[in-house]
């Protein structure tokens, strides 16, 4: 997801953001977007589409999806898997949407795809007229490289990465002392 500090919260509601008061009741606004539930369908891929063993643990499946994606270079993966989606149900749809690919082809695809999820909702906010200056990723997928390095290159930006991929729930517990 995104949050871009803006003064114009009309039009952060217009462009479809999420919009809330930032540190003070009138603004300046915190807007705010997300890719709706992409985490929970990496994790339903990991655990109902990707070979990997069903006994392993939920972490356990992740780390291995990490590892297997490090184990290509940019381009191998063939073409890129649409997190946005529905995820196959049928035992032929998944087929399909394996096809011949190893779990680093994979992984590296559900990567790139959500990437390219990233990059055009960014690009429908810089429609509307905000910029976006520098990325600043925090959370989950900032402990894995390879991701980061995917993000950065289908953004074509440098990305400065904070707070480890537990910075969301260490953002929430302040946020809570706070309150």
């Known amino acids: 997801g995104g949050f871009l500090p803006t003064n114009d919260r009309a039009a952060a509601l217009a462009s479809g ?10 603004g300046p606004w915190g807007a705010m ?19 990997l063993p069903k006994a392993l643990a939920l972490a356990e499946r992740y780390q291995r999806f990490v590892a ?3 184990t290509l270079a940019c381009g191998q993966e063939g073409p890129p898997i649409d997190p946005l989606l529905p995820l196959p149900e049928n035992r032929a749809a998944k087929a399909r949407l394996m096809g011949d690919s190893s779990l680093g082809q ?7 795809g959500v990437a390219l999820a990233l990059r055009r ?13 520098r990325i600043t ?15 950065a290159d289908v953004l074509d930006r440098e990305l400065f990465i904070a707070g480890g991929p537990t910075a969301g729930a260490v953002g929430a517990a302040l946020m809570g002392g706070i309150g």
């Open 33 to 51: 977007f997300s890719l709706t539930a992409v985490g929970t369908v990496v994790d339903r891929y990991l655990t109902t589409v990707f070979p």
């Open 121 to 133: 909702r960014l690009a429908a906010v810089t429609r509307n007229g905000f910029k976006t200056g």
């Open 17 to 26: 953001l999420i919009v809330d008061p930032f540190l003070q009741p009138a």
């Open 137 to 151: 990723v925090v959370g989950g997928p900032t402990g894995c490289p390879v991701w980061t390095q995917i993000v």
């Open 106 to 112: 994979l992984s590296r695809r559900l990567m790139v």
């Open 68 to 70: 297997a994606a490090g």
